[in-house]
């Protein structure tokens, strides 16, 4: 038998595939304060009537605000929506059908085709009459004057359908939502962060190398004298590596090697002895009130520190003795000491956050964070995260943000790209990547594609040129101009990316040819070095930090594009601020050896730019000026004298 409806068919308009939104909105999407996020939505609706939609945002619990969105192609709608407050945020896609422009459009249309609109001007008027309630009293004043004239059978329908084309109290009422068509859709979740979050350059550097002399390291006043020199070349964040006292048992020598000798200082990453465990600092470093003084002159520098967050242990970390059962044991009884062969790590053990004693050791790492976080640091780089449980990371990281939504947190994930992103999902604020081994044009293309789209909404990438474990093989085999052209790719291609000390002087000796490690890799003895070279990379480093902070364009990860370049060695990309005033076009030789050329072919009108523009860059990296007409244009980059340009569009 044929089914009855007893009632109308629910909603005509469909709003669908709302962006952005992380696993169905059980997780939220990432904003920083005072970012322009982007708002998609599928909208559509049966028939021919004409669309509207909003966007309604609003932080915490307080008022919403309405923003609205435009139509694309194929039913594809588009807004923005700016988060001013830090913590959680909501927003939701309205649509509705406006009857009102419907009835406006079909009108002209008959007048236009000479059909008669009397009866379509009274149908407006009583549209108009049924939602006049809507309006505040002087709008609907105006509105009833419009009334009388769409039903004064005096004056010429035309005029009248012109006079309801052109009023503004139609327009409001207009604008206004229609509850009897609307749909709207489920809330869906933000988090909302500060600014570094998102924007920053980060300095790496091994606090107890600066003042080291023979088997005496660094202390934290030593290493404070470095302070001014990295705030100088324009760094906003300045990260430590474990600052915890390091234990004896399994200590490694200079380069890896056991047994380590008398003098040598061991692996930071083998973290505790009977000096403390993760809430103390190593002896050798001063006490916590030096730390808190360094943190001090970082932050007079202008300069915010971050530490380690690591969470393993020395076999001589307190926390071995009074809680066995947080770590793993062999069938002897023994416990047992990190390794992901064929590389052993004896002076290192996991801890077991599967163990049966799991809340105990799950609410032991929160504290040893909200240690730090009470000493005033707010940024914490976190070690291998992927060799933890995702739980642990998002009951931790919900536990944060109850209390210290300004906390910053940066994954060390090296590690397959599903859980690089599961990751950013629940919560880190940002990511290493695989920027570090991205060398070719396509791959490099191809990869930040996928950053600034695929997974824009939710993973941040951290670009580090350089770290103690990575030394790539195109730093170690293309000399200095490599350096170079690494540093420009990484400060242009994400508003955050990092070095680590050394990267200034092209320090670039393997351990043994086909090595990613450093020979005498400061993990695991003193590195002091001459910083007053007269071939560092200071200068350059300098200068792009400053082109940084003067564009707004490279504050953004949104927004790059690439452009056509007929040599498989350059690449060409631009950089767009959200408004649209600053316009940058980034060409970058990726051979360090030799010298390139060949013509950039631009999307003008992705530039907003005709396709017959002439404009004038300034490149901002030497100050030659140049006139460009059309999309076509010649270059030439030699990496002996400069292998990028950094140009400043100017139409």
Same mark, same amino acid.
């Given at each position: 038998?044929?089914?009855?409806?007893?009632?109308?068919?629910?909603?005509?308009?469909?709003?669908?595939?709302?962006?952005?939104?992380?696993?169905? $909105?059980?997780?939220?999407?990432?904003?920083?304060?005072?970012?322009?996020?982007?708002?998609?939505?599928?909208?559509?609706?049966?028939?021919?009537?004409?669309?509207?939609?909003?966007?309604?945002?609003?932080?915490?619990?307080?008022?919403?605000?309405?923003?609205?969105?435009?139509? $694309?192609?194929?039913?594809?709608?588009?807004?923005?929506?700016?988060?001013?407050?830090?913590?959680?945020?909501?927003?939701?896609?309205? $649509?509705?059908? /406006?009857?009102?422009?419907?009835?406006?459009?079909?009108?002209?249309?008959?007048?236009?085709?000479?059909?008669?609109?009397?009866?379509?001007?009274?149908?407006?008027?009583?549209?108009?009459?049924?939602?006049?309630?809507?309006?505040?009293?002087? /709008?609907?004043?105006?509105?009833?004057?419009?009334?009388?004239?769409?039903?004064?059978?005096?004056?010429?329908?035309?005029?009248?359908?012109? %006079?309801?084309?052109?009023?503004?109290?139609?327009?409001?009422?207009?604008?206004?939502?229609?509850?009897?068509?609307?749909?709207?859709?489920?809330?869906?979740?933000?988090?909302? +962060?500060?600014?570094?979050?998102?924007?920053?350059?980060?300095?790496?550097?091994?606090?107890?190398?600066?003042?080291?002399?023979?088997?005496?390291?660094?202390?934290?006043?030593?290493?404070?004298?470095?302070?001014?020199?990295?705030?100088?070349?324009?760094?906003?964040?300045?990260?430590?590596?474990?600052?915890?006292?390091?234990?004896?048992?399994?200590?490694? !020598?200079?380069?890896?090697?056991?047994?380590?000798?008398? !003098?040598?200082?061991?692996?930071?990453?083998?973290?505790?002895?009977?000096?403390?465990?993760?809430?103390?600092?190593?002896?050798?470093?001063?006490?916590?009130? /030096?730390?808190?003084?360094?943190?001090?002159?970082? =932050? #007079?520098?202008?300069? =915010?520190?971050?530490?380690?967050?690591?969470?393993?242990?020395?076999?001589?970390?307190?926390?071995?003795?009074?809680?066995?059962?947080?770590?793993?044991?062999?069938?002897?009884?023994?416990?047992?000491? @990190?390794?992901?062969?064929?590389?052993?790590?004896?002076?290192?053990?996991?801890?077991?956050?599967?163990?049966?004693?799991?809340?105990?050791?799950?609410?032991?790492?929160?504290?040893?964070?909200?240690?730090?976080?009470?000493?005033?640091?707010?940024?914490?780089?976190?070690?291998?995260?992927?060799?933890?449980?995702?739980?642990?990371?998002?009951?931790?990281?919900?536990?944060?943000?109850?209390?210290?939504?300004?906390?910053?947190?940066?994954? =060390?994930?090296?590690?397959?790209?599903?859980?690089?992103?599961?990751?950013?999902?629940?919560?880190?604020?940002?990511?290493?990547?695989?920027?570090?081994?991205?060398?070719?044009?396509?791959?490099?293309?191809?990869?930040?594609?996928?950053?600034?789209?695929?997974?824009?909404?939710?993973?941040?990438?951290?670009?580090?040129?350089?770290?103690?474990?990575?030394?790539?093989?195109?730093?170690?085999?293309?000399?200095?101009?490599?350096?170079?052209?690494?540093?420009?790719?990484? @400060?242009?291609?994400?508003?955050?990316?990092?070095?680590?000390?050394?990267?200034?002087?092209?320090?670039?000796?393997?351990?043994?040819?086909?090595?990613?490690?450093?020979? /005498?890799?400061?993990?695991?003895?003193?590195?002091?070095?001459?910083?007053?070279?007269?071939?560092?990379?200071?200068?350059?480093?300098?200068?792009?930090?400053?082109?940084?902070?003067?564009?707004?364009?490279?504050?953004?990860?949104?927004?790059?594009?690439?452009?056509?370049?007929?040599?498989?060695? %350059?690449?060409?990309?631009?950089?767009?601020?959200?408004?649209?005033?600053?316009?940058?076009?980034?060409?970058?030789?990726?051979?360090?050896?030799?010298?390139? +050329?060949?013509?950039?072919?631009?999307?003008?009108?992705?530039?907003?730019?005709?396709?017959?523009?002439?404009?004038?860059?300034?490149?901002?990296?030497?100050?030659?000026?140049?006139?460009?007409? $059309?999309?076509?244009?010649?270059?030439?980059?030699?990496?002996?004298? #400069?292998?990028?340009?950094?140009?400043?569009?100017?139409?």
């Amino acid at each position: 038998m044929p089914t009855t409806l007893r009632s109308a068919p629910v909603a005509r308009v469909l709003v669908e595939d709302i962006t952005p939104q992380i696993d169905g $909105g059980r997780l939220p999407a990432k904003a920083l304060v005072d970012e322009w996020v982007e708002v998609g939505a599928d909208i559509f609706a049966d028939g021919h009537d004409r669309l509207r939609a909003v966007v309604r945002f609003r932080s915490g619990t307080g008022p919403w605000a309405e923003r609205a969105l435009a139509p $694309g192609d194929n039913d594809r709608w588009h807004g923005q929506i700016r988060a001013r407050a830090l913590g959680p945020a909501t927003f939701q896609v309205i $649509g509705w059908i /406006d009857g009102i422009g419907t009835w406006l459009r079909q009108t002209e249309v008959k007048r236009s085709a000479g059909h008669p609109i009397e009866l379509e001007l009274e149908a407006g008027a009583q549209l108009l009459e049924e939602r006049a309630s809507e309006l505040g009293p002087a /709008d609907r004043r105006k509105l009833e004057r419009v009334l009388t004239v769409l039903r004064d059978p005096h004056r010429p329908p035309a005029d009248r359908l012109r %006079m309801a084309q052109t009023a503004p109290a139609v327009a409001a009422l207009a604008r206004r939502i229609d509850r009897r068509s609307a749909t709207v859709s489920a809330p869906l979740p933000l988090w909302v +962060e500060r600014q570094r979050a998102g924007i920053g350059a980060w300095y790496e550097f091994f606090p107890r190398s600066e003042g080291a002399a023979g088997s005496r390291g660094g202390t934290f006043r030593s290493a404070a004298r470095r302070l001014p020199a990295i705030a100088a070349m324009g760094f906003d964040v300045v990260y430590l590596p474990p600052i915890h006292p390091i234990g004896v048992t399994g200590r490694k !020598g200079p380069n890896n090697t056991q047994p380590a000798g008398p !003098g040598d200082p061991g692996s930071p990453w083998a973290i505790g002895s009977p000096a403390g465990g993760h809430t103390a600092v190593h002896p050798e470093l001063g006490t916590l009130e /030096d730390f808190d003084a360094f943190r001090a002159a970082a =932050e #007079a520098a202008g300069l =915010e520190v971050a530490l380690d967050y690591a969470l393993q242990c020395s076999p001589d970390h307190p926390w071995v003795t009074e809680h066995p059962g947080w770590f793993r044991h062999r069938p002897d009884g023994s416990v047992a000491h @990190a390794e992901n062969p064929p590389k052993r790590y004896e002076d290192i053990v996991p801890l077991d956050f599967a163990c049966h004693d799991w809340r105990a050791l799950w609410a032991a790492c929160r504290d040893v964070l909200c240690f730090w976080v009470e000493r005033g640091v707010r940024i914490f780089r976190v070690d291998n995260p992927h060799t933890k449980p995702v739980a642990f990371w998002a009951w931790l990281i919900a536990e944060l943000r109850r209390h210290h939504p300004d906390v910053v947190l940066l994954a =060390e994930a090296f590690t397959r790209p599903k859980m690089m992103w599961r990751l950013g999902r629940v919560g880190f604020s940002q990511s290493y990547t695989y920027f570090t081994w991205r060398s070719g044009k396509d791959d490099l293309t191809a990869y930040l594609q996928e950053l600034t789209t695929a997974s824009v909404d939710f993973l941040r990438p951290n670009l580090f040129v350089n770290t103690p474990d990575i030394l790539s093989a195109e730093l170690q085999e293309g000399g200095r101009a490599a350096f170079a052209l690494r540093l420009v790719l990484a @400060a242009t291609l994400s508003p955050l990316y990092g070095i680590y000390s050394g990267f200034e002087l092209a320090e670039r000796e393997p351990l043994r040819p086909g090595s990613e490690e450093y020979r /005498d890799s400061e993990k695991y003895q003193y590195r002091p070095r001459d910083w007053g070279r007269p071939d560092s990379l200071a200068p350059l480093i300098t200068q792009v930090n400053a082109i940084r902070r003067r564009h707004p364009a490279l504050r953004r990860l949104r927004g790059l594009r690439f452009h056509p370049l007929d040599s498989p060695w %350059m690449m060409a990309y631009s950089r767009r601020s959200d408004d649209g005033d600053d316009l940058l076009l980034m060409v970058v030789n990726l051979d360090p050896w030799h010298w390139h +050329e060949g013509t950039v072919r631009l999307d003008l009108p992705a530039l907003g730019l005709a396709p017959d523009a002439t404009f004038t860059l300034t490149d901002e990296l030497d100050g030659a000026t140049y006139r460009w007409n $059309g999309s076509a244009n010649y270059v030439r980059l030699d990496p002996a004298t #400069a292998p990028a340009h950094i140009l400043h569009l100017q139409p």
